[in-house]
């Protein structure tokens, strides 16, 4: 089962193991010193059994709140790069924000369901993960 | 290929092995006892060879009118727990309906193709099957 | 400014003054005694002027707010026709939705503001009031 | 006619006049000191006589490099507070971003055509002008 | 009230008053001698009172059959310049498009409804008229 | 990581070795001598390690040029029967036209990468290769 939510954040990237120029070079627009920001739909699939009790592999609510609390709270209407441990070194790119909301959900849902992330950053660009 | 179809039906998630209390503790504002509804989007996927003379994997006309005839014109417009033979003892979530669907359509198209369900109960809540 | 929020209900149109036969023949299938039901989708547009100390024509987290408490709350995951005082004897066709809907935000929103609604039934029917 | 475009920003709601516990009581998430973003869609649309000679209201190769040039290169990947003239003073909110798109624009396009700005903040948020 | 439909056909941008030089520069790509094509959504809008017995402002079976007896059976999976009576002479632009579906709707809708098309040529480009 | 990008063309669905009653019944509207057209949305995904120093599987803009210079500038604003190579003798069905565009891609794109392609013809009708 697939629940879709949203958040919305700033960020940068950046490689600072690389000069201004390579930045630019590598990243382009996205390297804004000042950042530019996204609106970001997640969806996040668990697949396990139906549980015949009550028809759901998951209860959506419980999803829905188990993102909130893990996820959206920490990531919505924030600064990725400044805002967040998660990317204090670790570059925003979108196959990076998907790892790490994939890592932070793994924990907190039982390995009887498969988890895969998939993160639109714009509607014409979204990654998957795990592939 | 895949085609995408649509149906609009009441329901109500229900289990009456349960009490009153317990039904409502799990399936909250679902549970309500004179049903709510949906605009349900349903994706057909068929897998298979593509044929040469035709450059098509299924025609979509004819895939389209098995959904119709098969699906549509059972579940549009009903109330699936009330009109319906398939989910007078089965909870209507959207994993059993996506069930449903995927034992009716199994049926009816040729094991030469490989057949799977997306049922989207809203554009935030979805499911597949078979997994 | 317009916000978009979202309900499930089911409904059934229904006119009480004719018979069976009448009401099947200009209903449909949206006559089905059992109930059907939508995603409805809602847009409230207000209208006014920019406040210049907030940069907003209204706030977006009150009128959200407004509109959970005196329209979600009272429609969502709703049978229109058994659960709700407006429908009890007015048919709940999208049109007539709209103008309650209209009804009860006009009493709670300032006159300093135009307010029109937008109603998606399906994403292929909906309807706006006032004209 | 009518022209979709879309650009991506960082900016974050502040008056500067209020003090900090004023700020956050009125912007709440948006008012975030370090930024967050959007995916902006913005909607031009020019009102006027049909050319015969083309079939057209207004060339849209035209019109979509006007848009380029006068907005997306000044908008998209930036800070709206940072990075723009525009919104060194003034609050980008939907509601001025609009009104400086729409001012921009007005400058460039013959007073033949009435102009109208429609600008998506997130596909549940957004505005027009002039009203 | 609105009604969203939906068709696709081959069309060419082309003057025949003048040369092929100039029908490149000012068409571009839509002057292809071979044509390219589109999936047209049309929206179909009727301004009218409520009907108090059935809640409508206009059947929407009524106009949906309407809608494809004279529109969509005429420009459904057609080569509109060569293939049509109405763009034999005329540019087949959105614009034009447009224009030619509300002529044809106004005469089969009563004058007690005020009639406007709105046509997508993309999810990008769209035209309305009347304006 | 998936890349949408956008293309119109007009088609014709035809096998020369059947006669013509035999096509109109095979492929009915979509066989019309005079082509019809759609709005093609192609989604191209690459799948492989994330590169630890731009946190990118593959660089979205290096994707986004090799599939305008391989694949729209040879699609867009076309007729796929008569304009271009790859369509002159094989039918231009969605799964045909998503194979072409699969072999011309994956000459383009390092064997570290797998490669699928995803062709929307319509919002309702869409194939993947490979399956």
Redesign the interface.
Known sequence: ??????F????R?H?P?WNEEENAR?????N?A??????YDLIVQL??E?NP?????F???ILSDLVKENVLDKF????LN??TEEFRT???????IA?VIYDILRTKISDAYDLKIRLYE???????YP?
Do not use: Q, W
């Open positions: 089962m697939f629940r879709r939510e949203h919305n954040a700033a960020h990237l490689n193991a590598i990243f382009g627009k996205c804004n000042n950042f530019h920001g996204h609106n697949t396990g139906v009790a009550t028809g759901y592999v209860d959506l609510k919505d209407h924030k600064n400044l805002d670790l570059n925003p790119s979108a196959e990076n790892i714009t509607e014409r660009n979204y990654v998957e592939i």
